[in-house]
């Protein structure tokens, strides 16, 4: 595969199958932007624009990415169809319904038949899926790893003072 990756190329794909995912994703957002990681949102569905979904997916690693975020809600296919179309680590956000309350986007995405993992994450999860995503860059990416402790220090910080 050739790549095209540059050094302003996204790493992190955060895509939702729709534009009304978009507020349920502005904690993710909050998250890569804290941590000043280069990432791109993208409505892709896979229902109503599957060919360009699959060929996003196929083309992905090649531009640069290395860990994609899927989110959508209802029959959410979309983190399974991208995790179909390469090995790239493909995060699951399952996003809230007005009719099951996100109960059917969990389950959509979380069972994946075996040899095609989706990491799925809580329902409205986008903050924990920003920090996974972060987490397996830190693997590679020792400034990640160093942010993502402070992230977790100022985490214990908060629980240690807060005054109940
Ligand atoms: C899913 O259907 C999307 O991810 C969204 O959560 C849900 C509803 O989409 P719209 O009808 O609002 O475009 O594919």
């Given at each position: 595969?050739?790549?095209?990756?540059?050094?302003?190329?996204?790493?992190?794909?955060?895509?939702?199958?729709?534009?009304?995912?978009?507020?349920?994703?502005e904690?993710?957002?909050?998250?890569?932007?804290?941590?000043?990681?280069?990432?791109?949102?993208?409505?892709?569905?896979?229902?109503?624009?599957?060919?360009?979904?699959?060929?996003y997916?196929?083309?992905?690693?090649?531009?640069?990415?290395?860990?994609?975020?899927?989110?959508?809600?209802?029959?959410?296919?979309?983190?399974?169809?991208?995790?179909?179309?390469?090995?790239?680590?493909?995060?699951?956000?399952?996003?809230?319904?007005?009719?099951?309350?996100?109960?059917?986007?969990?389950?959509?995405?979380?069972?994946?038949?075996?040899?095609?993992?989706?990491?799925?994450?809580?329902?409205?999860?986008?903050?924990?899926?920003?920090?996974?995503?972060?987490?397996?860059?830190?693997?590679k990416?020792?400034?990640?790893?160093?942010?993502?402790?402070?992230?977790?220090?100022?985490?214990?910080?908060?629980?240690?003072?807060?005054?109940?």
């Open positions: 595969m050739k790549s095209k990756s540059s050094d302003s190329s996204p790493l992190i794909a955060v895509l939702m199958g729709s534009a009304s995912d978009a507020e349920n994703l904690p993710a957002r909050e998250v890569l932007t804290e941590f000043g990681v280069r990432f791109e949102f993208k409505v892709l569905s896979a229902h109503r624009t599957p060919d360009h979904t699959l060929r997916a196929e083309e992905a690693e090649g531009r640069g990415i290395e860990v994609i975020i899927a989110a959508a809600g209802g029959a959410a296919h979309l983190a399974g169809v991208v995790a179909a179309k390469t090995t790239l680590p493909v995060i699951g956000l399952p996003i809230k319904t007005k009719a099951l309350n996100g109960l059917d986007s969990l389950l959509s995405i979380v069972q994946m038949p075996a040899g095609v993992p989706v990491a799925t994450v809580a329902i409205d999860g986008a903050a924990n899926a920003a920090l996974l995503a972060l987490q397996i860059l830190s693997i990416y020792p400034e990640i790893k160093a942010k993502l402790g402070n992230y977790r220090q100022e985490l214990q910080n908060k629980v240690l003072q807060a005054k109940v």
